[in-house]
Structure formats: C-alpha cells, structure tokens
C-alpha cells in the first residue's frame, strides 16, 4: 500500500511501482508494463479496421464509440464510479456540434471546442450532484440525469429536433496549418477516418497520461478505500469531479464526431444507448483504457455482422456478456494479457 | 509484448488478404443493361415494432419473387437490413448500404426518426428514397429532397382530414384526444384540432398526452370520464394500443364513449382479439379487406406465401419495389429519370387508385375507416371468421383535398429557402 | 375535489403493482447486496408462463398458485449456476452479469413464443366496475390490489414472524456476523433470491390481463422499481412499500395537471430525495 501515501508517485521508485501493479493486479487495474504500449495497440487497431471493416461508417463509428468507451472507463474501472447516464454528454456533445455548424459556423474546430467545453462545464454541474453519493447511489442518480436530458431534447424540438432529429447538419471544414479540408464521411470516408484517428489518438493518449498522474493514481486508491485516501489527505470528492469532467468531456467529443459523421442527431431512449457503451467496457475490460476500446470495436462488428444473418442477434450477445462476466471477468483485454499468456506459461512448465 | 506482436502481425495479414475498404474506396457503380438492380431496404427487425418490420421485409421479399428476381434483363439485388428502430444504427446501415453494395434505391421504415435519418444519408449519396412510414416532416424542409424523396405511406395530416367528418357525422361531435408524446401524436393533435372543427358542430374538447412506452394509463381515465365527450380518439400505435384498450375496456369507457383509433394494424388487432376490438372504430391506409382488384391480388399472393393475410406495412415496401420496377421497364435508369416517371404518376396497385403527386412527391391513396366487430360477427360482416377483425364502412380514396395544396407546400419551401 | 381524490386513489392503485416488483428486487438487494437487473425479463418470464397456464386450463387462477412456484425454482436454479459465482465479486459483476441475461430471457422467449404478444384475458368473474363512490374501479383491479396487500402481509409476518425470516434480517444487517456463527449462509441467499422472483413472477401474472403480454414488458418498468428502490432506500422493506405508492400517486396527479411531464417526474423525485434523504425515504441512516 506504499503508493497511497507517496502523493508524488507519477512513476515512483521501484518498490512504490512494484507495490501499485500488485495492488492494480488484485484490483484488475492494467499491468504497468502495458501503460503506454496501449497507444501502440490502439494505432494497430486503428489500422485494422482501416483496412478490414468494408463499411467505413462503421469502422470510423469503431473509432468515436471506442473513445466514448475508454472515456467511461476512467470513471467505470478506474473510479469504480458505474454511470448509468453515459448517453447524455455522448447526446450533448452531438446536440453541441450539431448545432454550432447549423447555426454558427461551418468549423469543425469550433464545433468540436464547443462541444467539448460545454459539456465539460455541464459534467461540472452533473457530477457536483451525482458524486455526493457513491455507488448504486450514483449510478441512479447519472441515470436521472440522462433521462431528464433525454426528456428535454424531445420537449424541447423546436431546437432539437425532438425524436425526429436534428437533420441537415451542414458539412463541417477543418482548418489545418496551410490548408482546409472537408470533412464529408461519404464522399471522402479516408480523410473522415484519418482526422478521426488522429483526434483520437491525442485524447487517447491524453487519457493515459491522466490515468498516470498523480491525479489519476488517487483516484485509483479512492476506488480502493475513499477512506484510506481521504485520511491521507486527498480531497477525493475533487479528484473524483474531475475524472467526471474528463469522461464527461470526452464523450462530449466523441458525440461532436459523431455528429459530423452523420450530419444527424438523432434520438433514442438514453438508458438502452448508456447500456450499450457500458457493455462495450465490460467486453473490452475495465482494466486499462484499450480494452473498452477493444470492447467497442468487437461490439460493433458483432451487432452489425450477426445481425444480418440471424434475427435474435441480441442472445448471442447477450450469451456473450453472460459468459464474460462469468469466465472473463477482466473482459477481452484480461483475456489477452493475462489469461492465455498464463496459459503459455503453465504449457512450458508443464513441459 | 507478445501481444503487440500478435497484433502487427494480424495487421500485416489482413493488410495483404484484403482489398478494399476504407482505404481502398468502393468500386464502380452504375447501371448496365444487365448489372444488378440493387434495392435497399432498412426496417425494424428488432426493437418494439418487430412485426411491422417483418411485414415490409415480406412485402418486399415478395414482390421480388412475384417479379421474377429481375426487371427486363437486370436481376433484383434486394438487400434488406436491421435499424433496430435507433437513428444511429438507421445512419449506419444505410451508409453501408449506399457505400458498401453500392444500393441503387433505398427504402423502408417503421418510424418516422429512422426515415429522416436514412433519408439524409441517401440525399446526401444521391439515391431515391422512398418513404414508407406515417410523418408529415419526410417530404418538407429541411428534409425534402425534390430529386430524391418520395413519401408512399399517408401524412398523419392526410389520413386524419380523410376520416374526420366519419368522426363527427358518424360517432360524435365532441371529441377527446388522447396522444402519444412524440412526434407522431404531435403531428396527430395538430391536424385533428384543425380537421374536427371544420365539421359543422364538431369540436375538440380535451387534448392528454401520454409519454413513450406508457403501460398504465389508469390516471388518464378520471380526465376523460370527466371531459364530457362523445368520442374518445387515440393515437397511439402498437403495444400502448394494446395497453390503452385493455385498460379502458376494464373501466367500462368503451361502452361510454366511441373509441377510435387513429391507426390501425393486423399485427396490433392479433394482440387486441375480438373482445376488445368489438364496439371501437379506426383508420388505416390499408386493409386486407378492402374490395379493389389491386388489393386483393397483393393479399391473395402474401397469404400463400407467408399463410396469414398482410397487415398494414408491407404494402408500401411491395409499392415500391413495383414502382421501380416499373419505372426501369420505362427505360429510367438514373435518379433524374426516376424523378420524372414518379412525378405526377398514376397507378393502381396495391394501395388501390394512388396518384404521387409532382410538387412533393407526396402518395394521395384511399383511406379506409374500419368497425370493429365481435367474433360471431368476422365470418359474415369481415370476410374471415379467423382474421375478420374489422369490416370497412368507409373508403375515402386518395384527394388532394385531403392534403396541404400545392401552393401551400410551395410556400413552406420558400420561407426555409 | 372528487376528481383529485379519484386521481390519488387510481395512483394508489397503480403503485401496487410497483411495489412488487421493487419489493422482490429490494429483498435481492438487501442480502445478496447487488441489484439485480433481471428482475424485470423474470417479471415478464412470470407473465409469459401465466400467459401459457391461462389458455391451457382456461382460466388466470392456477397460474396464480404455480407461476409463484415456477418462478422461485427457476430463481433458485439461476441462483446457484451464475449468480452465485459473484459473492464477493464486486458488486458491479453481478449488476452486469443481469444485464446480459436480461438479453438473453427476452431474446430466448421472443424465439420460442414470437414477437408479438400474447393476450390475457380478465378473468369471466372480475369483469366488472365497483362504484366506490367518487371513482369507478374494475374489479380486476381491487383484486390486484388485494392480492399486493396479501403478498405484502406475507413477506412481512414471514421475516418478522419465522425463525428463516430472523436470519434473513439479521444477514442483511450483517451476513459475516452470521456465518460466524455457523448459519449456513449460501442456502439463504438462494432462498432469498428465489423469493425475490417468485414475487416478480406474481406481478406478471397480475400484469397480463392490464397490458397484455409481450418481450420488452420488463424493460421500462424496471427502471420504475429501481427508482421506487432507491427512494424508498435500499433494503428498506416498508420504504419499497411506501414509495412505490407515492410514485403512483405523484405519477398520476401529475398526470391530471400536465401530462407531458409525467413520464420524468420519478426521475426529479428520485434526484430531490436523494439530494435530501441520502438514503431514501426510509432508509437505514
């Protein structure tokens, strides 16, 4: 327990790092080793479903819910924080971008800065109410928020849209050092994709860096003992608002993008939509902030794949998440680093 | 890092198995004499209104196979796919249908939140869309696309002028509404306070609305019971219809007021029965029974083929697919060609007499009013002792005094620009 | 006035349903302390077998005695094969694992019985209206009301009455305190978990004849019990009681006054009341 009482630890002395990847094991927290290694992952992954996934709607979807994903799981696996309400800043950023191209400007940046900041003072203002209670508690009350934001945004149509959707988005420009690009995804799916990935890249890594800094490792211990954190002087309620904002803003991004993507905002009940990305962090693994990302992936391409051959798709996954829960509990990313490797290693002692 | 390893070498292969893609870009449309006619088709398949979607993937599977699997030399390419009734999924597929196989047509819907978002993707690819669910906002700005959009199922605004003086002359003068709280009944309120007190004497007396996915409206029984009216009119569709008429029939209001529904459906009067569809009234754009050759013929091929007669749905999909099979006999073969054989068109088909007119490619097909009966009554009054739910009293067929004008419609395009 | 008091009693009414359902979930939660997120696709299990009973024999009654039995075996056996494997997991596996099989009985019963529903009907007996006075009741409904009562007495007297009650209380206030003293406690939470579904399975029954029959019938109204659960407080038996009659009535007086916002009301309440009572209306502080 030694890297709960050195504030400092951003990578620490030896022992203090030894001591927190025991502590992460027990826990499920990612490996060390694998910190930044998950960058290289995710650019593998990104290039995968470049080349693999024929529809490229879908493969740049892959990437923003992957986002979207691995954002919720800072609160999820890191915090120990379960939102049932992840659809609304997803919702909000959409809602934000949305409406800055329509009616302000056709900038991708502005939209997407919009989007994020909004929803980030937004995220301030939720989770200064949520984070007052801890677990089930707080999940009810992110579900609360959801599905009042959800009422407003159909009440509200004259801005929104209501359940028709906000339609006619125009298509968005990016600026670039030298040069402006549209970002027209079915016209020019490439140059949508790439944009995308780096965006994600950056935030990705972002992400990590958050998830490693002192902020991050103290948020880590409250999820151990709030108690023990708080008595050795932390303000837990603080760390813990801020990894709300974070998650919060960065599905407000993810929600920009995915505006863009479509030039839609469309609506849906969001407690099934907050369902769906929390069962994309459990496939992935709430270990390390690749395997929501994994999750996503491998979500996406199971609904859209079996969904055209067999109508009940919807037990396959749900089978699926049975089973991982049960079998895997560290989702496919614990699957790939721990589970058949440990299976590697028992077969050559055997040997 | 034997993962990673893993991993890159993963990439490498795929890199080198496959083509395509994101990366690749799609290959070269364009219709031939004998290429494929791609049609594609999006509906629910999972979500709350299964069975719709499952009658207009019959509808369509069927008039597919009616025609052969081909149009002159070109055969049918149908590619149906799932919007489990969410918009996001709606935009998904329907991208992959136009970027992926390449879809010459796309069509489809149970739900007017899907249809606008599939209709953005194929404005935006440059491929007909034709509408097949009930939404006054398809074929309006910002949605319309003159080029692009049709629109085959009624407007709420359409069928509800249609069978409003049924209403006032037939069952009562004072009504009450009862909606649901999302577009749909939205659109329903609006034209019925309009249509209702056009009649003479005919007023709306009271207006509730129930939120998405109501199971219990007891608490709206003492507002209506208190209304004082004659006519009780919902319009709500699937489970909350089922929901609504159970409860109401509980509490004795069936046999107070004139219940009318505001849309009917086979798949929704399967659940109802007998009982409780005896002694209420609705409105459809289609029923199995209604007496037109065209009609008949469509429900006599789709009862062979799937053992039970269709229900109001998939009769748009069947539409459509013969309208461009039609079309592509007539020589169309782009989008533009598309636009001037539909414009103005006059058909006969499984709707009955339809006329889609030219300023916004609007259908103008009949309107039947249905009366429930009991089931002692479905052999002789419905045709069916099995599925002679309802016998049609009134067929209202497809008018333009049913529809905003075209002068109007010109002006709502002009203040959007 | 009249139509006020109507409007509370039609409220009181439509509660009772509710507190079933959040009685069963609340019973889960307060021993085996996770929430059980298929509570609502074993409600609509119950339903679907009542459903099956129904027009077998013709009439709601036996389904009213074997649904109840059904379901508390069909709980058990869930119990021991996949929900028992996270005891001492955190609480969030369990939450999780019922999300998936929540998937899994709606999906698995749209298979085997369709998509579309099944009618129930009211029983020949209860097709009727009672005048109480200043509201016109169906009978069918005082009769669910009845029942609810009846359920709600029995629970009751079988935790404060019996010695299996006694040591299912005292595990909710403390189970390692209880193992400590050599109860063996694995049996219990399987009871308890049967229990919980037996009851769900009651209020499917009960439902049929209301909304008829159909897959999702679980989905919307779980959300509605979690938010009675937590309001009233978690493990709080009277509070599920005591909140779930109070969201009936709030839900449909407002209702009577505006309609539109009837649907998000629970959600305010729930938000308020956690802001002022953190641990529900009747919750242990």
Partial sequence: MTHLTTPSATDGTPTAGEAAVTVARLSGAAPARWTWGQLGLLVVLAVVVLFTVPNPSLAIGMLIYGLWAAGLNLLVGYGGLVSFGHALPFAWGGYAAGLTLLHVSSSAWLALLVAVVSMAVLSALVGAVCLRRTEVYFSMLTLAFAQLGFFIALQWDDLTGGDDGLAGIPVPTLWLPGTTVELNALRDPLTFFVVTAVLVLVVFAGLILYTESPMGRVLQAIRESEERARGCGYSTRLVQLATFVVAGAVAGLAGGLFAMLNNFVGLQPYWLLSGVVLIMVILGGRSSLFGPFLGAVVYLLLESTLSRYFASWQLIVGAIFVICVLAFPQGLWGLLTQTLPGLFRKRRRTR | MRGKSVGVAGAVLLLTACGGTVAGGGGGGGGGSDEPVRIGVITGLTGAYVQLGEEQRNGAELAVEQLGGQIGDRPIELIVRDDQLKPDVALREAQALVQEEQVDYLTGCVSAATTLAVNQIATQAGVPYIGTCQTEQLNRPPNYDADLTYHLAPTPSQAINAGSPFICDQLGRSVFLLMPDYAFGHEQEAAYKQAIPEQAGCTVVGTAYFPLGTTDFNPYIPTIEGSGAEVLVFGGAGRDQVSFLRQVDQFGLTDRFRTFLSIEDLSFDQELGFDLIDGTWAMAAFYWNVEDEGVQEYVDAYREAYGAPPGGYGVYLWNAINLIAASIEDGAETPEEFREFMEGKEVSLAQGEMTIRACDHQALAPIVILEGLAADEAESRGGDGQWGYREVVETLPGSEDYAPTCEEVQTEFQRAG | ?285
């Fill in chain 3, 1 to 285: 006035m009249g139509q006020l008091i109507s409007q509370i009693v039609l409220g009181l009414v439509s509660g009772a349903l509710l507190v079933l359902l959040a009685l069963g979930l609340n019973l889960i939660f307060g021993l085996l302390e996770f929430i059980n997120f298929s509570h609502g696709a074993l409600y609509m299990v119950g339903a679907y077998v009542a459903s099956y009973l129904a027009v077998a024999t013709g009439s709601l009654w036996p389904a009213l005695l074997v649904v109840p039995v059904v379901m508390a075996l069909l709980g058990a056996g869930l119990e021991r094969t996949i929900i028992r494997p996270m005891y001492g997991r955190d609480q969030v596996d369990a939450l999780l694992l019922t999300f998936g099989l929540t998937y899994v009985l709606i999906e698995g019963v749209r298979m085997i019985a369709g998509s579309g529903g099944r009618r129930v009907s009211t029983p020949e007996l209860l097709r009727f209206q009672v005048d109480l006075g200043i509201v016109r009741l169906p009978a069918y409904l005082l009769f669910v009301v009845v029942v609810v009562g009846l359920v709600v007495a029995g629970l009751h007297l079988f935790l404060r009455r019996t010695d299996v009650g006694l040591i299912v209380r005292a595990g909710i206030r403390d189970h390692v305190m209880i193992r400590a003293l050599g109860v063996p406690f694995d049996r219990y939470r399987t009871l308890v978990f049967a229990l919980g579904v037996a009851v769900a399975g009651i209020a499917g029954v009960l439902t049929g004849p209301i909304t008829g029959v159909y897959p999702e019938m679980g989905a919307d109204i779980l959300i509605l019990a979690f938010v009675v659960v937590v309001v009233g407080g978690m493990g709080s038996f009277w509070g599920a009681v005591v909140a779930g009659l109070l969201i009936g009535v709030v839900v449909s007086l407002t209702t009577l006054y505006a309609s539109v916002y009837a649907g998000i009301v629970p959600f305010v309440l729930m938000i308020l009341v956690m802001t002022f009572r953190p641990r529900g209306l009747l919750g242990a502080t």
